[in-house]
Every structure is written in C-alpha cells, then in structure tokens.
C-alpha cells in the first residue's frame, strides 16, 4: 500500500476503507457476543425473582407480568439462535448492518422493565400483608386489655 501512495491515494483510501470495514465489522460481532453473554446473565438473574414473587403473591398482574417477561425471553432466544446459527461473515455483517441495539436491546430492556413492575406490585402486595398484620395484632392488643379489665373487674367482686 506504501508504494501506491503517492501515485494513486484514491486506490489507498479504498483498499483502507475495506479493511478498516472489516477490522469494524469483526469489533462489532464481538461486541454484540459480549452483549448477548451479559444479557443472559441479566436474565437468570430476573427469574429467580419474578418465581418469588409470583409464588408469594400470585396476583393476576404478577402473573400477566411473568407471562410478559417469558414472551420477551422466547423472542430473545429466538432471535440469539437465529444469529448464532450463521456464519462469521454473516456475523460480521449483522454486526455493522443490525447492531446490538436494533436486534437485542428492546427485548432485554423489556425484561428488565417488567421485573421491576413486578417486584413493585410484590412489594405494595407485601405491605398490604404487613398493613393487615398490624391491623390484625392491633384488634389483639384490644381484646387482651378488654379481657384483662374483665377479670380485674371480676376479681373485685
């Protein structure tokens, strides 16, 4: 390339813009790998969650919400399939052409949205149970100081 520089640079600046598409193109496919391996992390991580909550408080909003998340998940791992199936080239140019952003990140965004709606509505339907406790011991404490002043009164006579 050195020697075709000073004759002909428009040869140079084509050779170049290739190799540096290329050299792109394959950063890119390793970055999208590294981008998918984060997003199944992300995602085992939710699910033990949205199990707990849906196990604890199986409400029909946690369930509709659990049935999102695995929506999102199956169109995920269909769509990382699907890529994983082609080949390098073809990675490569899915890379530049689809990156991480218009392929991916809307259905791991999606997951990690609807967890957070769903350990909202375990969490409100956790106070609701401890607003009930609380009611609960309250009614309690009532009929004990009423039973206690019953048989203080009829220790008297």
Sequence with gaps: LDVFVPQHPEYVTLVWGAFKFLFMAT????????????????????????????????????????????????????????????GRLAH???????????????????????????????SAASRAELRDAHLQIYKLQSQVSEMTLVLAQSKQH
């Design 27 to 86: 950063l890119s496919s390793e970055q999208l790998v590294k981008e998918l391996a984060k997003s199944i992390c992300r995602i085992a991580e939710i699910l033990p969650r949205t199990e707990v909550a849906v196990l604890l408080y199986p409400t029909a909003r946690i369930k509709i919400g659990v049935a999102q998340i695995y929506k999102h998940i199956l169109r995920f791992t269909q769509k990382a399939m699907a890529w994983y199936k082609k």
């Design 92 to 122: 490569a140019m899915h890379a530049i052409v689809n990156p991480w952003d218009l392929q991916f990140e809307d259905d791991v965004t999606a997951i990690q949205e609807q967890s957070l709606i769903i350990e909202a509505d375990a």
